[in-house]
């Protein structure tokens, strides 16, 4: 992120138009997060009368969801639909309030996300038996 806030308009703007396209709603990136979040929740439904699996699997669903939800979709988005009608001549005077957006949107996501895959795997290390001598048991 800060390599990418020291570029210039036209350059920012070819990253949008190019290196993130196939991440977007023609590639497999709306996909693999909604995947992600329905499988949270199914997660969820499934460990819901195991603790303390339930709470951690509870918190890295409702993260995903967040990063989506309450990120993504009022933050992100609206600048792709912008930056999306932009050429190289019609850049405007604010690009950069909707670059720093943009980009802090995206680390607050990628932040949230983290801890969500975090708070996932430790529901099923919680779980996972250990032996007598404090070593995880093979199952």
Do not use: C
Request: hydrophobic share 50%; net charge positive; charged share 15%.
């Amino acid at each position: 992120m800060p390599a990418k806030l020291k570029v210039d308009a036209q350059q920012w703007l070819t990253f949008q138009h190019t290196l993130y396209r196939a991440f977007g709603s023609e590639g497999p990136g709306a996909f693999i997060e909604m995947g992600g979040i329905i499988t949270g929740v199914v997660l969820v439904i499934l460990v819901r009368k195991r603790r303390p699996a339930f709470y951690l699997t509870l918190a890295g669903a409702t993260l995903l969801a967040a990063a989506f939800f309450l990120v993504w979709i009022p933050f992100v988005s609206p600048v792709n639909a912008e930056t999306a009608k932009w050429t190289v001549d019609s850049i405007p005077g604010n690009w950069m309030e909707l670059r720093r957006q943009w980009e802090y949107a995206h680390t607050t996501r990628f932040v949230l996300q983290l801890i969500g895959l975090g708070a996932l795997l430790l529901s099923v290390l919680v779980e996972t038996p250990t032996d007598r001598f404090g070593g995880r048991v093979a199952i």
